[in-house]
């Protein structure tokens, strides 16, 4: 079954929101493609989320510098949830469409979780973020009427 967007989901970002949905779509058909066999269409799904998740995470980042976050952590993070896809990815390529039906539901609810967790970490850099914008405009407006 397709993941759906769900508002209580949100980040209260309208950006960071657009590319959770990006990536929900971007991951359910991969999902589709793990029911289907379709082992020839995978490499390309699967590069096709790797360059997102690039221009999305450099999207985190620099959100992160505007406000003086320290972002070394969370990159070592975001290596580590694109290392799962890749492994993956390598996975199933590599039995071309020949996978059992117990192996397509592990690996369909690997991604489901792996997405689940991902926009879950994402949350809380987002709302460590919004704290340091808060403070920041705090200081810089403090005594100001």
């Known amino acids: 079954m397709d993941m759906v967007w769900a508002e209580q989901s949100s980040a209260g970002n309208a950006a960071a929101d657009s590319e959770y949905k990006i990536l929900i779509s971007l991951i359910n058909d991969v999902k589709r493609m793990i029911e289907t066999r379709d082992g020839s269409a995978l490499p390309g ?27 070394h952590n969370h ?3 975001q290596q580590y949830e694109l290392n ?8 199933l390529v590599a039995k071309n469409g020949a996978w059992s039906d117990g192996e397509a539901k592990l690996h369909i609810q690997f ?3 792996w997405l689940i967790e991902y926009i879950a970490n994402e949350d809380t850099l987002l709302q460590d973020t919004k704290l340091l ?12 009427e």
């Open 133 to 144: 914008i808060e403070a920041a405009k705090a200081r810089h407006f403090k005594g100001v």
């Open 45 to 71: 799904a699967f590069k096709l989320i790797e360059t997102w998740l690039g221009i999305h995470f450099e999207n985190k980042e620099k959100m992160a510098q505007a406000v003086n976050f320290d972002f």
């Open 75 to 77: 990159k070592l993070e």
């Open 111 to 113: 991604l489901s979780d």
């Open 84 to 91: 799962g896809l890749v492994f993956l990815k390598e996975e």
